[in-house]
Each structure stands twice: as structure tokens, then as C-alpha cells.
């Protein structure tokens, strides 16, 4: 059974990259599309966008400028860079599947990484 | 401010029912598009708990229900236990946002 699991510094500073990767197991990142999602403190989930194992992608209009998902074939990986953060993208980033890129639901999902934008 | 919108929180006590609504708009459930449920344990992955509006992934107990009607969708739970106790989350896809969007989340607590 596929998991994911996330990774990456929990602390950034302001007007910095946050840099995360969410490692594929169980299954191959192939034939798949994968998500980001994030959830601030006292919010919602909100979705950033995703990357299909060939390396196209979508996002979020609200976060476009500054995101870019990437994915690694070799490594089983896929990452999220958000540039020029600052104290309201501090969440805890989840990776997850979209069952499909237009719809449907998400399945599975990591565990979840807490980022805090402190300096 | 959600695109979908939930109850902050819902209660009741062992063995009763509760419902968790989920109310959208025309660029998202009344345009058509399913509503997904989640459950969300603090500090754990959410776990899918109702697909495609009404369908349980292997492993739910089947006292979870989910409905849609229009641009609404219903979560219920019936026979309440402890272990029901969780964040419950509803999300669809969205036409104007091109991506996918959530609710603010429902904390179920059982009396």
C-alpha cells in the first residue's frame, strides 16, 4: 500500500524559500498525479497544487507566483518550493494523491510536516 | 474564510446520531462535482472516510454515511462511539479556483 511521508526544515525565514520533498513507498510515482496541501494554524486545509509524474503541473491562483512542484521519477519523489514566505504560510504541509486531475478525492496522504516562518 | 462551508463543531453522546453539513456553491457542488470526506486525528495523516458523496473506502465502519443534494452534502454518523472524535473535513472540486477546495473542518466531540 502506497505512503508518503514529508520532509524538510520546519523552521524558515522570512522572505526565504521553503523547500519540502514527499517520498513515494509502496508503490511507484508513475501513471499518478500528486498533490500539496496545507493547513494554518486555526484554518482550513487549503490546496497549493500538483504535479503529474510527467512533470506537468497546476496551482493554486492565489499561490501561482510563488510555487513551483517538481517531481523525481528516479527517487520515488516529488517537492515543493514556496518563495518569499513570510508569517502566513507558516501550516503544516501535507503531500497527497489526487485521484484525478480535475476531481476527486485525495488518497492517501502523509502525516503532515509542521513549517513555522520565524526569524 | 473556507470555499465550502461546515460547522465549527457538532456533539452528542455514545450511540446517538449526528450530522456534519457541508454547504458550497455553483462552482463546486452544484456545478456537479462529488463531495469527499475526512477524517483528521491531531498530528496523524486525514484519512479519506467518504468518496464520490456516499461511498465508504474499505475499513470504515459502516455507520458513517455521507449524502448530497444540490450544492449541500451530509456527513452522518450514527451508533456515536469515543473513537468518533476527530476533526471531520468535506472537500469537492472547484471550476472558477480550476482546483480543488475544502471546508473549514468540523470538530465531532463525543459527550
Known amino acids: 500500500q502506497v505512503q508518503l511521508q514529508e520532509s524538510g526544515p520546519g523552521l524558515v525565514k522570512p522572505s526565504e524559500t521553503l523547500s519540502l520533498t514527499c517520498t513515494v513507498s509502496g508503490g511507484s510515482i508513475s501513471s499518478y498525479y500528486w498533490s500539496w496541501i496545507r493547513q494554518s494554524p486555526g484554518k482550513g486545509l487549503e490546496w497549493i497544487g500538483y504535479i503529474y509524474y510527467t512533470g506537468s503541473t497546476k496551482y493554486n491562483p492565489s499561490l501561482k507566483s510563488r510555487v513551483t512542484i517538481l517531481v523525481d521519477t528516479s527517487k520515488n519523489q516529488f517537492s515543493l518550493k514556496l518563495g518569499s514566505v513570510t508569517a502566513a504560510d507558516t501550516a503544516v504541509y501535507y503531500c497527497?494523491?489526487?485521484?484525478w486531475g480535475d476531481g476527486g478525492w485525495f488518497d492517501p496522504w502523509g502525516p503532515g510536516t509542521p513549517v513555522t516562518v520565524s526569524s | 474564510q473556507s470555499v465550502l462551508t461546515q460547522p465549527p463543531s457538532v456533539s452528542g453522546a455514545p450511540g446517538q446520531r449526528v450530522t456534519i453539513s457541508c454547504t458550497g456553491s455553483s462552482s463546486n457542488t452544484g456545478a456537479g462535482h462529488d463531495v469527499h470526506w475526512y477524517q483528521h486525528l491531531p498530528g496523524t495523516a486525514p484519512k479519506l472516510f467518504i468518496y464520490g458523496n456516499s461511498n465508504r473506502p474499505s475499513g470504515v465502519p459502516d455507520r458513517f454515511s455521507g449524502s448530497k443534494s444540490g450544492t449541500s452534502a451530509s456527513l452522518a454518523i450514527t451508533g456515536l462511539q469515543a473513537e468518533d472524535e476527530a476533526d471531520y473535513y468535506c472537500q469537492s472540486y472547484d471550476n472558477s479556483l480550476s482546483g480543488w477546495v475544502f471546508g473549514g473542518g468540523t470538530k465531532l466531540t463525543v459527550l
Open positions: 497527497a494523491r489526487p485521484k
